[in-house]
């Protein structure tokens, strides 16, 4: 069995010298000469080339054992001609058991959290795990702390890591700069914090999709499971998700960054703006506004408008129609009074109706942006009368007066407190008003006026309406399809 390293015997002429001139030798003794060549994607070339042969027809004495960590680099002449076994990696409770006989046999004092860390760290390997752990039994001697094996190994603390995530939790803005700030500090990595980030962040997702994997020694220790199930409920699914392809993007940036710890900031606070991110089909349907998504907060109640008093009922009776009988200079007088009394009182109602329309606009606008935007500020019209508010919508927009009807006990309770007594609020369909044509079907005109028609129609999709509101989007131009 003859052993190659192929990073040091990387030329055609060492692998003509040491294997292609020996290959129709027999062995001596034993039944089969084996040639174990590692690393092998580090071969010119001409190397494998030469080797090719050798490979595709092999005497029957002899057997070719090729180890690489990058099969990508193996040339497709050479994997074609060979079988590939993938070797998988070790999981981390198996290091960790091994791990445990070994400080055992040793009579060595550690705890279950020290030895997953180390076998985190190992990401797979056994042998770098054992070699770990040697190092960190070298500086510690026969007691381990979790402090002592992320000292030693330069890994980043757990507590630092869960801090900064209750810090987005909290919407700290400050607490996520200071949390940067320490990281540096220590000396941490800041590629690893974004790295370790990560990771615990996948580990609060796989808890929001199964709670019960909390006792899972891979996924939190003894100690940390209260706060990783506390912190599980404060993220939505999609908040953990964009918070992964964010962590993983910034830990990407760092590497060329001139200022990381700048890149690690930003990151935080995006993340902290990311969760305020609701998606349109939830706001159109629910008509929910400043209310920022996976947030702990209470939004803000509005204050109320100011009550609109009922108008004033007159005591004066109004002028009989149809009489034509002369009347009496005091009979005149009263008379007078009452046109006037009902001219003022009508007048009065008027301007209550017209009050009532903008105080309940202006509520709705302050309570529910979103819902003023994309539902209420689409009616053709609104009307106040009688103890009736009525929004008109035309048949293509029926979504718009479906989301309508969802809220309308809502808009009535808001009605009947401004006016102090009852409302009705009501939805009607009317009849889209169709655009007039010139007799010239030709001229600019009629071009205009359809292309103003498709405008108001594009503007009343409650789709179309809500992109509007939420992205800095505009309407260049229409077409009819």
């Not at 819902?371 to 008109?392: M, P």
């Not at 369909?429 to 007039?436: C, I, M, N, S, W």
Request: charged share 25%; proline share 5%; glycine share 6%.
């Amino acid at each position: 069995m003859l052993e190659i390293d192929a990073a040091t015997h990387t030329g055609i002429d060492n692998i003509r010298e040491v294997i292609i001139s020996g290959l129709s030798i027999r062995p001596a003794r034993n039944r089969y000469k084996i040639f174990i060549i590692d690393e092998v994607h580090q071969l010119s070339a001409p190397s494998f080339n030469a080797l090719l042969k050798s490979i595709e027809e092999p005497p029957p004495h002899v057997v070719f054992m090729m180890a690489t960590t990058e099969l990508e680099k193996i040339p497709e002449t050479v994997l074609s001609r060979s079988q590939v076994y993938e070797f998988r990696t070790i999981g981390t409770k198996a290091i960790a058991g091994q791990l445990r006989l070994i400080v055992d046999k040793e009579q060595i004092t550690v705890g279950e959290e020290s030895l997953q860390l180390i076998a985190r760290d190992a990401e797979g390997s056994m042998r770098d795990a054992q070699s770990k752990l040697d190092q960190v039994i070298a500086f510690t001697g026969k007691a381990i702390t979790g402090e002592d094996v992320a000292t030693v190994l330069g890994l980043v603390g757990r507590d630092l890591l869960l801090d900064g995530i209750q810090a987005v939790a909290d919407e700290d803005a400050t607490a996520a700069f200071t949390l940067a700030g320490r990281a540096v500090e220590m000396g941490y990595d800041l590629r690893a914090v974004c790295r370790e980030l990560s990771r615990v962040v996948r580990d609060l997702l796989v808890l929001a999709v199964d709670p019960s994997r909390i006792s899972d020694p891979e996924i939190a220790g003894e100690g940390e499971r209260e706060r990783l199930t506390a912190l599980a409920a404060r993220f939505s699914r999609e908040d953990l998700l964009r918070a992964f392809d964010l962590l993983t993007r910034t830990e990407a940036e760092i590497r060329s960054a001139a200022q990381p710890r700048y890149h690690l900031e930003m990151a935080l606070l995006r993340w902290i703006y990311l969760r305020k991110l609701v998606p349109i089909e939830e706001l159109i349907a629910n008509g929910s506004a400043g209310v920022e998504a996976g947030s702990s907060r209470t939004p803000p109640v509005p204050k109320a408008a100011p009550a609109i008093p009922p108008p004033a009922r007159s005591s004066t009776s109004s002028v009989a129609s149809g009489s034509t009988r002369p009347s009496p200079p005091v009979e005149r007088a009263e008379a007078a009074a009452g046109v006037i009394s009902g001219v003022s009182r009508t007048r009065t109602s008027q301007s209550a109706g017209v009050g009532l329309k903008d105080a309940l606009l202006a509520e709705i606008r302050t309570s529910k942006a979103v819902f003023y935007n994309t539902v209420v500020a689409q009616a053709q019209k609104v009307e106040v009368a009688a103890g009736r508010v009525t929004f008109s919508f035309s048949p293509a927009q029926r979504a718009i007066r479906d989301v309508f009807e969802k809220d309308r006990s809502w808009l009535e309770s808001i009605a009947q407190r401004l006016a102090g007594q009852t409302i009705v609020v009501a939805a009607v369909q009317v009849e889209a008003a169709t655009p007039e044509k010139d007799v010239d079907e030709g001229s600019a005109t009629t071009v205009t006026d359809r292309k103003s028609a498709l405008r108001e129609q594009a503007l009343a999709d409650a789709g179309v309406q809500a992109m509007l509101d939420v992205f800095p989007a505009e309407i260049r131009d229409e077409e009819e399809m």
